[in-house]
């Protein structure tokens, strides 16, 4: 192949109309879910053996929130005994303020909500709330990556972020901080 074909194919490639994915286009459907009453504990556990951060947590087969390794972490910290903290169910360390996406949103939304929430994951739920899949920083970098995403400006949705200001409220507990250091 010469350099004139070469650029030829680049130009043919570079007109080719963008093709703009969905929502469902590029979640993982396939996710590890629990429920409210499992544990920290048990959630971290879980979390390590699939390699994965985000665990969404469902109630009556619905979506009620998420709990992911950071979530875990201030838990544990948080804790005045981290061994309590992992028989803490699971409910008491999830987020409920997550960006969900309808599974015919543009892919170019859900990536905007990723930026624009500072989450790094995001879930894709029906009219029901049912949990269908999970999209995260990685599945959005993997679409552009591959060149099967344009992500232009995003569209209108009904999916917002951030969440009504009477529900933005973080709490931050007084997490005890003790230093120990080589003696001079």
Known sequence: MTTTDTISHATREAQQPPVHLLASDV???DVATVVGTTTVG???TLMRTLGIR???VLGDGRYVGIVDDRLVAFALLAAGDPGDAL????SMA???YVPQVAPDEPLQRAAHLLRTSRCDAIVVIDAQERLLGIITMVDV???VALGSADLAPPLPSRATWPPPVA???AVTPS??????GAQS
Not at 175 to 180: G, H, K, L, N, R
């Open 27 to 29: 979640m993982t459907s």
């Open 94 to 96: 999830m987020t409920r």
């Open 167 to 169: 529900y933005a409220v």
């Open 42 to 44: 048990e959630a971290m």
């Open 175 to 180: 997490i005890p901080v003790s230093v120990t």
């Open 87 to 90: 028989e803490q169910p699971v």
């Open 141 to 143: 970098v993997t679409a």
């Open 54 to 56: 985000h665990l969404p």
